[in-house]
């Protein structure tokens, strides 16, 4: 809240009245703490436009700006002090000479709670006696406590990204997007949301997405728990989420391009299956044009071969990989051609997996290639069209 002198009215920042603790950079720059341990920024000072602030690491109880710019704060519900990396969003770790610090002052000095002792006076002693002797007592028996729940394996980011950047922000932390298999991991998704507190977004990303016409889960299965909200989905657009407004309900939404305004969002991850990350590592993109059989040719020069794909894990192991490498602007090569109404690979074998495209089976040429604003499924094209390409490494045990 500001006022423009003692005597003046008290009036509220829009959408900074919830903060509990606040703090000044040295460029005017205010820095707020919400109720559940997070920043708010308002650019520019008191009447300045209200900005995110991600922060990731620990929640916070107060903040403390010191002269020269540096953030530290006190851990919410614990002791010591750590420092903020306002550029990275990060709580580093706690200073070693801050072990027992509870509170924090402006510019910085420490607030350390010692323990006292009360002083002893010494007592006259009188001769010893012998204390009467009573029959002993039972320790009082203790009723048992159920023990605490296990931590959720569902974590929530509140950084905003698009979509398709989701996919890589939770690779990086060895995890995916979280995926609804059962009515019980769709429950533990909304209970690891709502334990964060009121947050500053509509929905979130998650793992469901649009294949062509059909909703799946981002590996391409059909087994996950349906809960759409009421006339959902209703085809506004391409990406799933989980909608606040809709109680948690799934929705529909347009994905877009952020150069045209797209809706960044919040998401939420789940540790990567340990197998799927081994599959993921042995195919690599490569970005540069080639023709398809120049593509052959190159991956065989890296010790690889042009990859197969031949069924929906192997289908979402790439496409993943991609997303997660943030290499979705080129269509891709793969192994697998038109050959008298079939599907074969360079080695000859035919596949029954046909992930095309609606209206990308039309005999433009006999090279497959998995195409980027098709929903990444199948597309055909004539062999000297160039794209990037992926290969595949047997031997390959991580990226």
């Known amino acids: 809240m500001t006022r423009s002198d003692l005597t003046g009215q008290w009036t509220t920042s829009n959408k900074f009245n919830d903060v509990i603790r606040i703090d000044v950079l040295p460029d005017g720059t205010i820095l707020g703490v919400t109720p559940t341990g997070g920043l708010k920024r308002r650019v520019g000072g008191v009447e300045g436009g209200l900005a995110f602030q991600k922060s990731f690491g620990m929640k916070v109880d107060d903040i403390s700006i010191q002269p ?7 851990e919410k519900g614990g002791c010591g002090v750590h420092v903020f990396d306002l550029e990275a969003g990060k709580w580093g770790d706690e200073l070693p000479e801050s072990k027992c610090v509870t509170a924090i002052s402006s510019p910085g000095n420490l607030v350390i709670i010692e323990p006292t002792e009360k002083p002893t006076t010494a007592e006259p002693t009188d001769a010893p006696t012998e204390a009467p002797t009573e029959p002993p007592t039972e320790p009082p028996t203790v009723a048992p406590t159920e023990a605490p729940p296990p931590p959720s394996k569902y974590q929530v980011f509140t950084d905003k990204v698009e979509n398709k950047d989701a996919y890589g922000e939770c690779y990086k932390k060895g995890m995916m997007l979280a995926v609804p298999t059962d009515e019980s991991a769709y429950n533990g998704i909304v209970n690891a949301i709502k334990a964060m507190g009121t947050l500053d977004t509509e929905f979130f990303w998650f793992g469901l997405r649009y294949f062509g016409k059909d909703v799946k889960t981002i590996y391409g299965s059909d087994d996950y728990y349906r809960a759409f909200a009421p006339n959902e989905p209703s085809g506004t657009g391409e990406c799933v989420v989980i909608s606040v407004k809709h109680g948690y309900k799934y929705d529909d939404v347009y994905c877009g391009n952020n150069a045209y305004g797209e809706p960044d969002s919040m998401y939420i ?83 029954n997996f046909k992930p095309f495209a609606e209206g990308e089976m039309d005999a433009n040429g006999p090279c497959i290639y998995i195409r980027r604003n098709k929903d990444w499924l199948w597309a055909d094209q004539k062999c000297k069209k160039t794209f990037g390409f992926v290969c595949y490494d047997k031997n390959a045990k991580a990226d």
């Open 68 to 74: 020269d710019g540096t953030v530290l704060g006190i």
């Open 269 to 351: 991850c789940e540790p990567l299956d340990p197998a799927f990350a081994s599959q993921m590592a042995k195919y690599k993109v490569f970005t540069s044009r080639t023709s398809h059989d120049k593509a052959i040719a190159k991956c065989k020069k890296r010790g690889m071969v042009l990859a197969k794909d031949y069924n929906e894990w192997i289908h979402a192991a790439i496409t993943l990989k991609v997303w997660s490498l943030g290499e979705y602007w080129v269509s891709l090569y793969i192994d697998a051609k038109h050959s008298g109404g079939s599907i074969v690979s360079s080695d000859g074998s035919r596949q």
